[in-house]
């Protein structure tokens, strides 16, 4: 079945450390993204990116990086320059084409040891 | 910028009506509605494309007022299914989508 897989389901941060969230898709979508629920935020777009070996800022960057290395995966590296970083992160993906839904991820929890 | 949503949080007795706008700044090119719910990824419910454009199925509709830069969204004879946090979403630009903060929906029996 195609879908957007997420790993790991909870993660845990020392820190100083940088620790890198993993998200894979095969649905065969050229767009990807990443958000960062807290409560009450809703989502805020991280990072995106519409096409291989290219990705925009989103709203919240700072302290975020990520590769777009093949179409499939999109990685977010949370650095140690991302001074609160605990929160949840959806990754998601739709097609290039104007206004199509987004598929989501189930998701992973990050937490601050 | 962030979507406004309106209320931010909802309460209701299981078959009850409620209402959840999502107002912008900016110009809406279109609107996304999605639901959560807790611990789980967002589900998509619909997009508008249009001003003026509304769209349902079941018991959930919403409607697009592109001069007001607002969208609403329906649902009615409310179901406990319908429980969890409603979002909506705009494009600013090319596949830049950008959520409100949420509008968290609870149904009682």
């Known amino acids: 079945d195609g879908g957007i897989t997420q790993s790991p389901k909870y993660l845990f941060r020392k820190e100083g450390q940088n620790v890198t969230l993993s998200c894979e898709q095969n649905?065969?979508?050229?767009?990807m993204y990443w958000y960062r629920q807290d409560p009450g935020q809703g989502l805020r777009l991280i990072y995106y990116?519409?096409?291989?070996?290219?990705?925009q800022k989103g709203d919240i960057a700072e302290g975020y990086s990520v590769s777009r290395e093949k179409k499939e995966s999109f990685p977010l590296t949370v650095t140690s320059a991302q001074k609160n970083p605990t929160a949840f992160y959806l990754c998601?993906?739709?097609?290039?084409?104007?206004?199509?839904?987004?598929?989501f991820g189930s998701g992973t929890q990050l937490s601050v040891l | 910028q962030q979507p406004v949503q309106s209320p931010q949080a909802v309460i209701l007795r299981e078959g009850e009506d409620a209402v959840i706008n999502c107002s912008s700044s900016?110009?809406?090119?279109?609107v996304h509605w999605y639901r959560q719910k807790h611990g789980e990824a967002p589900v998509f419910l619909m997009i508008?494309?249009?001003?003026?454009e509304q769209k349902g199925h079941d018991k959930i509709s919403a409607s697009f007022n592109e001069k007001k830069q607002q969208s609403s969204l329906y649902l009615t004879a409310s179901q406990l299914s319908y429980s969890g946090t409603y979002f909506c979403?705009?494009?600013?630009?090319?596949?830049?989508?950008?959520f409100g903060q949420g509008t968290r929906l609870t149904i009682n029996p």
């Open positions: 508008l494309l249009k001003g003026g």
């Open positions: 649905l065969n979508h050229d767009a």
């Open positions: 998601a993906s739709s097609s290039l084409a104007t206004n199509e839904k987004l598929f």
């Open positions: 990116s519409q096409i291989v070996n290219d990705f």
């Open positions: 979403g705009s494009e600013e630009g090319a596949q830049k989508l950008v």
């Open positions: 900016k110009a809406l090119y279109s």
